[in-house]
């Protein structure tokens, strides 16, 4: 069983930047795909950003460009650099194994205009 714990989230004003940060434990992370889910309020779920083993990335539309995932194999950790945030990225952030489909509880990241 995969278990995943995210920090780093917050308050931000609009423009600034957070680096939100997931530690696994209980698994050889090395093979697992892993991604950042959101969901904002009154909003679907959204995958923003996912990095596989190999680390191949990929990003939703919304985020290309601003945000950066990225991951240590060595320290279990995949993180996602959020840059030039929006009002519109609130939301809680969700540390995800998509190989395994194992969440972690979320961070809320709240951007004020």
């Known amino acids: 069983q995969v278990r995943l714990a995210e920090s780093g989230g917050g308050l931000v004003q609009t423009g600034g930047s957070l680096r939100l940060s997931c530690a696994a434990s209980?698994?050889?992370?090395?093979?697992?795909?892993m991604g950042w889910y959101r969901q904002g309020p009154g909003k679907q779920r959204e995958l923003v950003a996912r990095?596989?083993?190999?680390?191949?990335?990929n990003y939703a539309d919304s985020v290309k460009g601003r945000f950066t995932i990225s991951r240590d194999n060595a320290k279990n950790t995949v993180d996602l650099q959020m840059n030039s945030l929006k009002p519109e990225d609130t939301a809680v952030y969700f540390c995800?194994?998509?190989?395994?489909?194992?969440w972690g509880q979320g961070t809320q990241v709240t951007v004020a205009s």
């Open positions: 995800v194994s998509l190989t395994t489909n194992f």
């Open positions: 209980g698994t050889i992370f090395s093979l697992l795909t």
């Open positions: 990095i596989s083993n190999s680390g191949v990335t």
